[in-house]
């Protein structure tokens, strides 16, 4: 099993939501986060660093998270729908995370591993 973390632009959300679910991946869970990538690092001297720690924290950019946990065998098909809704070639499109998870359990039935997933 795997957990994709998927950071996209708000204006993205709802069509990379749409193509999951027409691909039959129903279970997320959302929510609004702040960031920012690379793409506002300004290389700085020491003088400038002193202003640029109040400027770093003000420069956070709204953004959509996705979290899901599927099967291995989902996680290419799901990476390939996500970029295919969210790549245009341009910064800020976002990142996609996948992290290992060990179990999971379904508390209503106390199902474990991938059974728990669907």
Partial sequence: MKEIMIIVRP???FKTKEILSEHRFYAMSTKEVLGRGKNTVKYMS?????TYDA????SLVA???????VPDKDVDEVVRLVLQVNQ???EG???IF????????RIHTGESGDDALI
């Avoid at 953004?63 to 946990?69: A, D, F, S």
């Avoid at 996948?98 to 359990?105: K, M």
Wanted: hydrophobic share 35%.
């Fill in 46 to 50: 020491a003088d400038e660093k002193a």
């Fill in 11 to 13: 204006r993205r959300y």
């Fill in 88 to 90: 245009s070639g341009n």
């Fill in 63 to 69: 953004k959509k998270m996705i979290e899901m946990v």
């Fill in 93 to 95: 499109d976002g990142k």
């Fill in 98 to 105: 996948v992290l290992p998870v060990n179990n999971s359990f």
């Fill in 55 to 58: 400027a770093y924290e003000n």
